[in-house]
């Protein structure tokens, strides 16, 4: 039997040992768990609507409190009263970069590990260790936080075609849009672009160019969830809209 | 659901099985395959108003389950198909062993595309977009699969040409 016959049959066996049946209310349960993320997403965008005052209202501090005042010096952890949702915790907490710079805001409960070395291009990627700032949840979902330097004039869809190797391999294609096709998002009150944001891309990213520098923020969703959520904007847009970064003097 | 739902009631009635028993030969286990499909088909319903209109909505959830099955399969670290627990009673088991377990060696992708292109007897055109990827580079699977399953079932000489 050549192997193409053993394979149509391997399968057809395989196949043949599949449940049959349907069982009852499956449907039903389907439609609930559809209806269950629709609430979840309702809430997830009045937290980011809620995100976005306190953003304002952050904004106008500043204005009273000038940068280097204990606001964005590492003073008492800012907090809020936001609707909760599992993800999204009410409180946050301020983290100022060694390596990078920068501050922002992250839910309080988080455990942050800094960055040790600076993010190089051409040297080594996000995914290296020591390179990003890692703000881990409770549970396994993740927020990176890395900036590389750019040249003056760079946006952060020319960063980013500079960045991936060539094209997006194709079936990555979804997760890393081409920047006409970006979500656009505001980062730190900087127009930036939104990737990933598909479940089984296992990741949601904000790049922004600020300075001469790219900043990414990528969110990571549990690794070994099997459902089909996509990481919780609650969270990002908080951390967005919190970002506070130094103008660039040389390495990050 | 409201009655306009009622195209995805259709849908879900006819391809939910055979969604499921795709993820089920790709992954062995019949309780991810249902997990798989269920999280399939709810993001079918999330996307209803857009996939509705596409030609083939039913392309679209297989498209969802497929990609779903090949993420666990990473995740699990290309556990063996010998491992996965047939039951007794729906059917006879695996009767080639060895050639289930070189299948069970494969990368999830290639193991993806086989399934597709042997069990579903797809064109590899369709194949490849399941799959995100080129009609070529589908093609390059299937090559790869089957010259490592000739290598581990020890067959000499076998044609392994696309």
């Known amino acids: 039997m050549s192997l193409d016959d053993r394979l149509r049959e391997e399968f057809r066996r395989a196949a043949a040992s599949a449940p ?15 209806a269950a993320v629709r609430r979840q997403r309702r809430v997830v965008l009045a937290v980011a609507a809620s995100a976005v005052l306190v ?57 942050v590990a800094g960055a040790r ?9 996000q995914a290296d260790p020591g390179v990003s700032d890692i703000f881990q949840s409770p549970g396994k979902a993740r927020v990176e936080i890395a900036v590389q330097n750019v040249p003056a004039g760079w946006s952060a869809a020319r960063w980013e075609s500079d960045f991936l190797s060539n094209p997006a391999p ?3 294609a979804a997760c890393y849009p ?38 990414v923020i990528k969110g990571v969703v549990d690794p070994n969830t099997l459902t089909a959520d996509t990481f919780d904007m609650g969270v990002l847009n908080i951390m967005f809209a919190s970002l506070r970064v130094r103008v660039a003097s040389g390495t990050p | 659901m409201r009655g306009a739902d009622q195209g995805y ?3 879900f009635d006819a391809e939910f099985r055979l969604v499921r028993r795709t993820v089920f030969v790709m992954t062995g286990n019949a309780a991810v395959a249902e997990d798989v499909a269920q999280d399939a088909f709810v993001q079918l319903l999330l996307h209803w108003s857009k996939v509705s209109r596409y030609e083939r909505p039913d392309a679209w959830v297989r498209r969802v389950a497929i990609r779903l099955a090949v993420r666990h399969l990473k ?29 069970g060696d ?42 490592r399953l000739a290598m581990l079932l020890g067959e000499v000489g076998v044609d392994v040409a696309g």
């Open chain 1, 178 to 215: 081409r920047p006409q096709q970006w979500a656009a998002v505001t980062i730190a009150g900087h127009p930036g672009g939104l990737l990933g944001r598909v479940s089984w891309c296992g990741f949601t990213e904000g790049v922004v160019v600020i300075g001469q520098r790219a900043y």
């Open chain 2, 75 to 103: 995740r699990e670290g290309h556990r063996q198909l010998v491992e996965r627990s047939f039951e007794p009673e729906s059917g006879p088991g695996p009767a080639d062993p060895d050639l289930t377990a070189a299948i």
């Open chain 1, 20 to 34: 049959a049946y349907l069982t009852p209310g499956t449907r039903e349960l389907v439609v609930r768990r559809a």
């Open chain 1, 55 to 111: 953003a304002a209202g952050l904004s106008v501090g500043l204005a009273v409190n000038p940068v280097g005042s204990p606001l964005l010096a590492g003073g008492p952890a800012p907090s809020s009263t936001r609707p909760s949702l599992s993800e999204t915790p009410v409180a946050t907490s301020s983290f100022t970069s060694p390596v990078y710079g920068y501050t922002v805001s992250y839910p309080t409960g988080w455990v």
């Open chain 2, 9 to 11: 009631t259709q849908l």
């Open chain 1, 117 to 125: 070395t600076v993010w190089t291009h051409g040297k080594n990627s």
């Open chain 2, 106 to 147: 494969l990368p999830p992708k290639q193991r993806a595309v086989l399934v597709l292109y042997y069990l579903e007897d797809r064109p590899m055109k369709e194949v490849a977009q399941t799959l995100g990827m080129s009609e070529s580079t589908g093609f390059v699977h299937l090559h790869r699969a089957r010259r």
């Open chain 1, 170 to 172: 194709a079936q990555m």
